[in-house]
């Protein structure tokens, strides 16, 4: 063995040493950050009478501490930051940040209402930055459901912005029954059945397409291709990506699946057909023919039948449901949307029901 190749296998072990130490130290410093800042949080509402919430709290005392604070330690302690610990503490002080069987960041003891144990699991802890997001989210279980997501999927702050901006949660929660609401802000999203990877509609703002710009079925295609990371995000949990225009004959006919995808936790193909226009039965028929096929011909013994999924501008519940068998639990019709939905429209909705 020369020389150069063991000095090569020795570097690339201590690089991975490092960068694992690296991350340590970020995990290690977001830990601590966010006992701190809850350690703060509550110091400042137990000076307020004693622990007791008031309305007002001295905005004076907030302004003398700030300027004590940043003078002796630097940035972090503006008077809207200490603001944002006493929420954090007054949110998070009773049960926890997040349950053991959801890899909490921090467990509160009733009693005390303190912190008293920081996760070994701490490669899932979310940051202090994290949490400025969550604590703007007024509705406890949509709070919940969203930091129950950010730590299973590991979403950066950026993405967790996005998912709240999308109407992630209402989305959800307009195709679940109270059952399933309540497991939404207990566990999050769980993949057990092909409606459970559904969303009604798909945002796609990330692609850039203005809502009334002119574009083709292949135009749309390629612009998802191009940002498959984020559709990948956008779809959900478990997907993988198969292939674009994946072609497939019989009867000397040529027929072309716009995009194909695995989602490993149902074991199942799913295979997209995209639609510019509003939803037709011949859509509808196609979507059929390509499930059919994959289940015929392409998926194995041991993985599930294969999930058809029509993505539209539009489209008509009656017609879907006349089209499709009643038992039919394997093909969908979705909307998608190219910009960011208004969440009041969504939260109308759910207050309908």
């Known amino acids: 063995m020369s020389k150069e190749i063991q000095s090569s296998g020795l570097y690339t072990k201590i690089a991975e040493l490092l960068n694992a130490a690296r991350h340590n130290v970020v995990r290690a410093v977001n830990k601590t950050m966010v006992y701190t800042y809850f350690e703060i949080g509550r110091m400042i509402v137990e000076d307020e009478q004693h622990g007791k919430e008031r309305a007002e709290y001295g905005k004076q005392v907030l302004k003398e501490l700030s300027a004590k604070l940043s003078k002796e330690f630097g940035k ?18 009773v049960g926890t940040i997040s349950d053991e069987d959801s890899r909490s960041a921090i467990r509160i003891s009733e ?30 279980e949509e709070r919940n459901f969203y930091e129950i997501e950010a730590l299973n999927n590991n979403w950066s702050v950026r993405e967790l912005k996005r998912q709240f901006d999308s ?27 092909p409606v459970d ?8 703002e990330f692609l850039n397409l203005p809502e009334h710009h002119q574009y083709s079925e292949s135009e749309l295609e390629k612009e998802i291709i191009d940002k498959l990371e984020n559709f990948l995000l956008e779809l959900g949990k478990g997907f993988t990506f198969v292939g674009r225009q994946v072609r497939f004959t019989f009867d000397e006919k040529h027929f072309k699946v716009d995009l194909v995808f695995f989602n490993r936790i149902l074991r199942s193909f799913v295979v997209i057909d995209l639609k510019i226009g509003e939803l037709t039965h011949q859509d509808l028929g196609q979507i059929q023919m390509y499930v059919n096929y994959y289940d015929r011909f392409v998926r194995l013994p041991d993985e599930n039948k294969t999930i058809g999924i ?16 009643e038992d039919n639990n394997t093909i969908f019709a979705s909307r998608y949307k190219t910009v960011l939905p208004d969440k009041q429209d969504f939260i109308r909705l759910l207050e309908q029901d």
């Open 111 to 140: 009693k005390s209402q303190s912190p008293i144990r920081i996760s070994e699991n701490s490669a899932s802890a979310l940051s202090w930055t994290h949490y400025l997001v969550l604590i703007r989210i007024e509705n406890n």
């Open 76 to 93: 972090g302690f503006s008077v809207q930051n200490l603001e944002n610990m006493r929420k954090f503490y007054l949110i998070y002080s």
């Open 167 to 193: 109407a992630l949660y209402e989305r959800l929660v307009l195709s679940r029954d109270k059952e399933g609401v309540k497991q939404l802000s207990e566990k999050g999203q769980i993949i057990e059945k």
């Open 197 to 204: 990877i559904l969303k009604d509609p798909y945002i796609l």
């Open 310 to 325: 029509v993505l539209c501008k539009d489209k008509s519940e009656t017609l879907v449901e006349i089209t499709l068998p």
